[in-house]
């Protein structure tokens, strides 16, 4: 584009100024970029939740457990197709709590009722073959070095062992990729319910939740009812909701993320907003003689208000362009320390999204001086 | 109009409105600029010299009369007509020079080449040719900051002529420089005017400067006195 060299060259005029500008643009971008990351991931699951998938759980709080024999009759309540379970596990890895879901499932049931988490043939003959089996996401078994024939012992926090040992080993037989929650659902380790069960020295019997997987998507609502009018009167109550509004749920146990980081932005950008505003408003003052010149040698109106606002437009999107690296980068470079909480990357989505705020930034910090540029006349213009 | 005439102005009138208040700048100017001339204009403080070039230039449309330039009628063109008119056949020399202080002497030189359709080779070799004309082609990579006065005016003058415009309009040229700068500036103007045929108006307060001219054209309180023409 041949007007880029006079555009660049406008822009860095005042390079000071410029560049203090061009910094708080790219730390607001780089903000955005990192909280948008942590946004996506504690609403990963919610993202990729299915629609006909369904979650059971006790009606009164998410750790009281649920007896076993509830599957059956959840399985011939009209409408419902299939039924797996799963609990939590938690525990902790050489000391440290571990930063990944720890789950104990019953490997074809669980696999069927999640079409996501593909294994190969291999791996779940393997699994269905070995007791103390378990599989792990495939970004955790690059994460930890875990490789097929490893020994992973966990401990554990919730679920001492029928001899009062803590230690739980698990004998990884291979790994799963998850087609959907690539924020967070390569990040667990799926062992046994048979092993766990056998092996727990309480709680024999019971699961954490049930995912229930309907025929009728439009019919969720009323099967989710049908259900818990089953155990309305039990000692265990439950709550049935689709997958989307239970992760929701679960993620709002540390806040309302979201409106947490819209609120920070929403400070930072306004704040950006009226700082660049600012300095377009300045430069453009001192630049109204050669808005005039520009016009005497035969820049149409037009022209100069193109020059103008592609100069905001090119300091936004610069900016924002560098600051949501800087914050690739820095996630990179915290990529084990992060993780564990399902932050392994920024999301095109959200790269895309940083992008379309900047060149609405442009457009609105430029418009202004660019409208004025466009109706300078030379004869005053030159005489500024 | 005579074909050997360049610019015909017949009865211009450029009034101002100041507040409630009207101001007529020029009462009814009429004058010929022939093809090829180096005309001067001079006159009082507020006589009206920098309107009538403004006018002249296209810079700014009149409230009464009519300009022609080589047959063409600039006070009837829209603004985006004679925008572009300005680019094709005009040429304009400041007092303070008016170059973009960003751009090198051969960046600013180039500033009217982006509205024709020359590559960036094409528009880096006319910049240059002109930088060379008026004896800066080693200045070319330099800022106007890095330049003494001439220079810049030299710099100015070049990116005047480089779309080879037929008129050059000259605000006084000189107005800012010392003696020798001056002189240096009205001889290559004048080489501009002899050797290439370039038409040229220039405002002028200094008599030694309205020497180089072939004609002057006093003005006072917005009507011509005397056009030896």
């Known amino acids: 584009m041949k007007y880029f060299s006079l555009i660049w060259a406008s822009l860095f005029r005042k390079k000071a100024r410029t560049i203090l500008t061009l910094l708080s643009i790219v730390v607001a971008f780089m903000l955005f970029g990192l909280l948008q990351a942590v946004n996506q991931a504690f609403n990963g699951g919610a993202d990729a939740a299915d629609a006909d998938r369904m979650i059971t759980n006790s009606k009164y709080s998410i750790i009281d457990m649920l007896p076993i024999s509830y599957q059956a009759q959840i399985a011939a309540v009209p ?15 050489q000391d440290k709590p571990a930063r990944f879901g720890v789950f104990p499932v019953v490997p074809d049931e669980y696999l069927g009722i999640a079409p996501e988490l593909q294994v190969s043939k291999e791996t779940h003959a393997a699994w269905n073959a070995t007791r103390t089996g378990a599989v792990v996401g495939e970004s955790l078994a690059k994460q930890m070095n875990w490789k097929v024939g490893d020994k992973v012992p966990l401990v554990a926090d919730i679920w001492p062992q029928k001899d009062g040992s803590l230690t739980w ?10 087609t959907k929650d ?11 319910y048979d092993y766990f069960d056998e092996a727990r020295q309480y709680g024999k019997g019971s699961i954490g939740w049930f995912l229930v997987k309907v025929d009728d998507r439009l019919r969720a609502e009323s099967v989710g009812k049908a259900i818990d009018a089953q155990f309305g009167n039990s000692a265990h109550a439950t709550k049935t909701q689709t997958e989307q509004a239970f992760a929701q749920g679960f993620a709002k146990q540390f806040g ?21 505003g600012n300095t377009m408003s300045q430069a453009l003052r001192e630049r109204i003689p050669e808005l005039g010149i520009l016009k005497t040698l035969g820049f149409s109106n037009r022209a100069v208000w193109w020059l103008v606002l592609l100069e905001s437009l090119l300091l936004a999107m610069l ?13 990179g470079a915290m990529k084990d320390a992060l993780s564990g909480f399902g932050i392994t990357r920024i999301g095109w989505s959200v790269i895309a999204e940083g992008l379309v705020f900047a060149f609405l930034l442009g457009v609105l910090v430029g418009l202004a001086p660019a409208l004025k540029a466009m109706r300078l006349k030379i004869v005053d213009a030159l005489n500024a | 109009m005579n074909t050997a005439t360049l610019v015909s102005i017949r009865n211009l009138v450029k009034t101002y409105q100041r507040g409630s208040e009207k101001i007529e700048v020029l009462h009814g100017i009429d004058l010929d600029i022939p093809k090829g001339d180096f005309v001067c204009l001079m006159g009082p403080s507020g006589s009206g010299k920098t309107t009538l070039l403004n006018l002249i230039g296209g810079l700014d449309s009149p409230t009464g009369g009519q300009i022609e ?23 304009f020399v400041f007092q303070t020079y008016n170059l973009l202080p960003m751009l090198t002497a051969q960046k600013n030189v180039e500033l009217p080449l982006l509205l024709t359709k020359l ?10 040719i002109a930088l060379q004309l008026v004896g800066l082609q080693d200045r070319a990579k330099h800022k106007p900051s890095e330049l003494s006065g001439g220079q810049q005016q030299r710099v100015a003058i070049a990116r005047a002529i480089v779309s080879d415009p037929r008129l050059l309009v000259c605000d006084e040229p000189t107005g800012d420089l010392d003696r020798k700068s001056a002189d240096e500036i009205l001889s290559l103007l004048t080489q501009l005017n002899q050797e290439h045929g370039k038409s040229i108006i220039m405002v002028t307060h200094d008599p030694k400067a309205a020497e180089y001219a072939k004609r002057i054209v006093r003005l006072d309180k917005g009507t011509l006195v005397r056009d030896p023409a």
């Open chain 1, 79 to 93: 409408g419902v197709k299939a039924v797996a379970f799963a609990s939590w596990f938690g525990g902790s890895y």
């Open chain 1, 169 to 178: 080993t698990f004998d990884i037989v291979g790994t799963f990729h998850n």
């Open chain 1, 182 to 192: 690539q924020a967070n659902g390569d990040s667990a380790l799926l062992f046994r």
């Open chain 1, 256 to 276: 309302d993320i979201a409106l947490i980081v819209s609120a920070i932005l929403g400070s930072v950008f306004f704040t950006i907003l009226v700082l660049t």
């Open chain 1, 319 to 331: 900016g924002a362009a560098l600051g949501l690296l800087l914050a690739t980068a820095a996630i």
């Open chain 2, 69 to 91: 330039f080589d047959g063409d009628r600039i006070d009837q063109m829209g603004s985006g007509k004679l925008t572009d008119w300005r680019a094709h056949h005009i040429g």
């Open chain 2, 119 to 128: 590559s960036a080779s094409q528009r880096r070799q006319n910049a240059s």
